[in-house]
């Protein structure tokens, strides 16, 4: 159980978690950090922590009152759960806090490569006018009729089923227990199934979280079973897709392009061919940011502060 007035840090190098939270009126102490080094400096003070990238396992010595974390993003793959609970430390995810803005944006890159959005920006910047296209091939395409695979059939994935319905998509889910249901989907399978239906996709989309099943899941075998004209979507992990298969895949034309909000390593280095690849679409992680996340994430820890407060046993999205 928390202290009845307890010390919160928000730790996140651009967020505006303690701006929106002091309108809260919430009478509660806080304080913000934006970098790695003010963190563990003044981590001490902290009984609740509301972090994500800034996070690293040392800083646990460093936090002799630290109580509850409540992580900023859906991800917790950072934090060494058994360390935490060694020392009583709960945890708490994101889990569904960016569901509307990661399947929206999903969305987004699907209809930026049927509608080859990104071949139009590029002919802007160099004052060309293209002209009408007789290869049926080279044209923009119509999502009406089309396969949707998603990866990752949860909160997100649900949710951007519903919109790929919307445009008269047929939707074929993925989860590692099929049987918690469809979400949405015309059809559900369990992840090892994935490698037999990948040639009826028109666009592979992953929503799915990174785990030791879906790291490079999409690998030079996954790409080669899918149709030469379909697009691959990530909205999940980069660690996801082998980047390197990605980018021969690409180069050789055996799939017609990919949207890519998230890479290996971020960001994504200077020398990776993925940034040269015209059939490329490269957003920088921003899938989950909107104008509305930090009071989305607020939401989440004011619940689980006052389920901590009462004693409660179970958290919302408890990971700890």
Not at 124 to 133: E, F, T, V
Request: glycine share 10%; net charge negative; proline share 3%.
């Amino acid at each position: 159980m928390l202290t009845k007035n307890p010390t919160i840090c928000f730790a996140h190098v651009a967020y505006q978690l303690q701006a929106q939270f002091l309108p809260r009126e919430s009478g509660l102490d806080c304080f913000q950090v934006r970098d790695r080094e003010s963190l563990a400096a003044r981590l001490h003070e902290a009984d609740v922590l509301v972090v994500s990238g800034l996070w690293g396992n040392d800083l646990l010595d460093l936090a002799p009152k630290l109580k509850f974390i409540q992580s900023i993003g859906a991800g917790t793959d950072q934090f060494d759960r058994a360390a935490l609970a060694e020392r009583g430390v709960r945890l708490a995810s994101a889990s569904g806090v960016n569901a509307r803005a990661v399947s929206e944006h999903a969305m987004a890159l699907v209809l930026a490569m049927a509608r080859r959005l990104p071949e139009a920006r590029d002919n802007q910047h160099r004052k060309q006018w293209r002209g009408m296209i007789g290869d049926l091939s080279r044209r923009e395409d119509e999502l009406g009729g089309k396969t949707m695979i998603i990866v990752g059939i949860g909160r997100i994935g649900g949710r951007l089923a519903q919109l790929a319905k919307a445009f008269d998509m047929h939707v074929i889910g993925f989860r590692q227990h099929p049987g918690a249901g469809g979400n949405g989907a015309d059809e559900v399978h369990g992840l090892a199934d994935l490698a037999a239906h990948l040639p009826r996709a028109d666009f592979v989309v992953l929503t799915c979280p990174l785990t030791a099943e879906t790291t490079n899941l999409i690998d030079a075998a996954a790409l080669a079973a899918m149709k030469p004209s379909a697009f691959l979507i990530n909205a999940a992990r980069g660690r996801c897709v082998d980047e390197a298969a990605l980018a021969v895949a690409l180069a050789a034309g055996t799939v017609a392009g990919a949207g890519i909000d998230v890479t290996w390593e971020e960001p994504l280095g200077a020398d990776s061919p993925l940034w040269k690849l015209e059939s490329a679409f490269i957003t920088p992680h921003t899938a989950g940011e909107t104008r509305r996340y930090e009071d989305n994430v607020l939401d989440i820890l004011m619940e689980n502060l006052a389920r901590l407060g009462r004693g409660d046993v179970e958290l919302f999205n408890q990971v700890v």
